[in-house]
């Protein structure tokens, strides 16, 4: 199985701030990676596929890059709704597996 | 829009089986084009994607979970089924069902409520 490893855990960050997370791959994947954001009670979410497109809806503050085994998630200028875990995913092979999250958190 | 909803027991017994149901509403389980996934979330471990079934009732499962591992549809009824047998508290989770496109890599969407069961005596 391909293990997705999210750093850091945690972040801790004010409105307006700019956040990086950053997913990496056991192997190499292309850009078969997705990032989903899920806020405290709800489902996950899709933002982001094939690495750098935005799902449809998705803000434009998101942007994804990275390909083989190297990847990040930036927000641009956090918003208050934007304050919850978001996890990423390889969609290179099954079984599908995940990174641990990383939780932005209000600083 | 497609909407998932899953529901089952909330709570089961050590060694009984786990049986979940994902109720889809706003589109046709048949339209095809379509993976009809199951996701956990395991506390303190993060995700894991348990299996898919397509409308024709083809399968893949998770090798981690595969021998306790049955997933079915019923197209009637807009619904798609988990069963886990043999479960123990390893298998606490909040569950998930989902939808997967065919092209795979474009990620789950959407995501149904998701529901939490506990393994416990």
């Known amino acids: 199985d391909i293990q997705m490893t999210q750093s850091p855990s945690s972040v801790s960050a004010s409105v307006g701030d700019r956040v990086t997370i950053t997913c990496r791959a056991s192997?190499?994947?292309?850009?078969?990676l997705v990032w989903y954001q899920q806020r405290p009670g709800k489902a996950p979410k899709l933002l982001i596929y094939?690495?750098?497109s935005l799902q449809s809806g998705v803000p434009s503050r998101f942007s994804g890059s990275g390909s083989g085994t190297d990847f990040t998630l930036t927000i641009r200028s956090l918003q208050p709704e934007d304050f919850a875990t978001y996890y990423c995913?390889?969609?290179?092979?099954?079984?599908?597996?995940f990174g641990g999250g990383t939780k932005v958190e209000i600083k | 829009q497609v909407q998932l909803q899953a529901s089952g027991p909330g709570l089961v017994k050590p060694s009984q089986t786990l049986s979940l149901t994902c109720t889809v509403s706003?589109?046709?389980?048949?339209?095809?084009?379509?993976?009809w996934s199951w996701i956990r979330h395991l506390p303190g471990k993060g995700l894991e994607w348990v299996g898919y079934?397509?409308?024709?009732?083809?399968?893949s499962y998770n090798p981690s979970l595969k021998s306790r591992i049955t997933m079915s549809v019923d197209t009637s009824e807009n619904q798609f089924s988990l069963k886990l047998t043999s479960v123990t508290a390893a298998d606490t989770a909040v569950y998930y069902c989902?939808?997967?496109?065919?092209?795979?890599?474009?990620?789950?969407?959407?995501w149904g409520q998701g529901t939490l069961v506990t393994v416990s005596s």
């Open positions: 989902a939808r997967l496109p065919l092209s795979w890599n474009e990620g789950f969407d959407p």
């Open positions: 079934i397509f409308d024709s009732g083809t399968t």
């Open positions: 192997q190499g994947i292309g850009s078969w």
């Open positions: 995913q390889q969609a290179n092979s099954f079984p599908l597996t």
């Open positions: 706003g589109g046709s389980i048949s339209s095809g084009g379509y993976f």
């Open positions: 094939a690495a750098s």
